[in-house]
């Protein structure tokens, strides 16, 4: 089976990417277990707790981040100087994740059959 490769670029609840990416992971699990999850530039922020979409009459769809523990999705990556940019250190994050380099996720992503950005 190929390995499959999901990039998040983009801040949550400006735009529907963020939710697409989660059930388009959620959806190829069901297919594959070789998934890698990189959440890198603003991407990072998708993983931030205690955020409220609510108030801008958004759907959360955060939460479900936690659920990829349960479809046995463990390698999730996030970018340390994305989190460093943005003064947010790995306490802040809803999920267990793995802080790596620009240049480990680069050698990650290499790695990957399909790669999906969202």
């Known amino acids: 089976m190929n390995r499959l490769g999901f990039v998040f670029q983009s801040a949550p609840h400006s735009t529907s990417k963020g939710r697409e990416g989660l059930d388009a992971i959620l959806a190829a699990s069901a297919y594959s277990e070789d998934i890698q999850i990189f959440f890198i530039g603003d991407g990072v922020l998708q993983l931030l707790k205690n955020q409220e979409p609510e108030k801008i009459l958004s759907r959360d769809y955060i939460s ?50 399909q790669i999906m950005v969202f």
């Open 64 to 113: 479900g981040f936690k659920m990829l523990e349960l479809y046995d999705l463990e390698e999730i990556f996030v970018c340390q100087n994305a989190m460093g940019n943005r003064g947010i250190k790995e306490e802040y994050l809803l999920i267990d994740v793995d802080s790596i380099s620009n240049k480990d996720i680069n050698e990650k992503l290499s790695q990957c059959d």
